[in-house]
């Protein structure tokens, strides 16, 4: 079974500042990864995801995230942080057997303080 | 492109009442489309995969015969709650995946929110 972890509920930082919202995850084979954003009661937003080749993927809005295949790690990172990045995010695992499904982890609610 | 559109975007209703929820990708087929739900402040959660011209694959705990899922057509598919009650409130989710074995990606629509009283 595959599985998401995103262990902090909360990242609070300031505007300007660099920020890394933290995702591991579990999977049989190959992941593919993705990164949405919620805004509060809007759907998923695509940011970005990692389907093969260079491990630093860069997204929408100067997000970016590097696979770490020995860490088993997808980490979503932005130089410097926006009040209006300000929203839940989610990092999702498929494999690559063509017919899977997204598994989502529980989110983690960026907080950018001005 | 790859616009995912549901309607409605909110709707109450009363205990007992049935209540159905389009799903729509419109400027591409997606011969898979997903519903979720979503609790405040927390994950989604998958609730069933339907492909068009099947019957939906409902993840388990979920009953299909409360959660009536239709994809009659590459561009919609409709979740149907019947019999609402105040614990179906909730935020419901679809997602469409492209066409064909190798798409990577899901786009999702704005949501439903539902409110049962």
């Known amino acids: 079974a595959q599985s998401v972890a995103q262990p902090e509920d909360q990242v609070n930082v300031a505007e300007g500042n660099p920020l890394t919202v933290k995702c591991t995850y579990s999977v049989s084979g190959n992941p593919y990864l993705f990164w949405y954003v919620q805004y509060p009661n809007r759907g998923l937003q695509f940011l970005l995801k990692?389907?093969?080749?260079?491990?630093l993927v860069k997204g929408s809005y100067g997000f970016e995230a590097e696979f770490n295949k020995s860490q088993t790690s997808f980490h979503l990172k932005k130089p410097s942080a926006l009040v209006s990045d300000s929203a839940l995010y989610f990092c999702?695992?498929?494999?690559?057997?063509?017919?899977?499904?997204?598994?989502f982890g529980k989110g983690t609610m960026l907080l950018v303080s001005p | 492109g790859a616009v995912v559109s549901q309607h409605p975007s909110w709707v109450i209703c009363k205990s007992g009442t049935s209540v159905k929820i389009e799903c729509r990708s419109l400027?591409?087929?997606?011969?898979?489309m997903f519903w979720y739900r979503q609790f405040p402040k927390q994950s989604l959660m998958l609730m069933a995969t339907s492909n068009e011209g099947s019957k939906a694959t409902y993840e388990q705990g979920v009953e299909k015969d409360k959660f009536l899922i239709n994809h009659a057509s590459l561009t919609l598919s409709t979740l149907t709650v019947t019999s609402a009650h105040p614990e179906d409130s909730s935020f419901y989710i679809c997602?469409?995946?492209?066409?064909?074995?190798?798409?990577?990606?899901?786009?999702f629509g704005p949501g439903t929110r539902l409110t049962v009283t």
């Open positions: 997602s469409a995946r492209l066409a064909g074995r190798d798409s990577y990606e899901q786009y």
């Open positions: 400027d591409f087929q997606a011969t898979t």
């Open positions: 990692y389907i093969t080749g260079d491990n």
């Open positions: 999702a695992v498929r494999d690559n057997s063509g017919y899977s499904t997204l598994t």
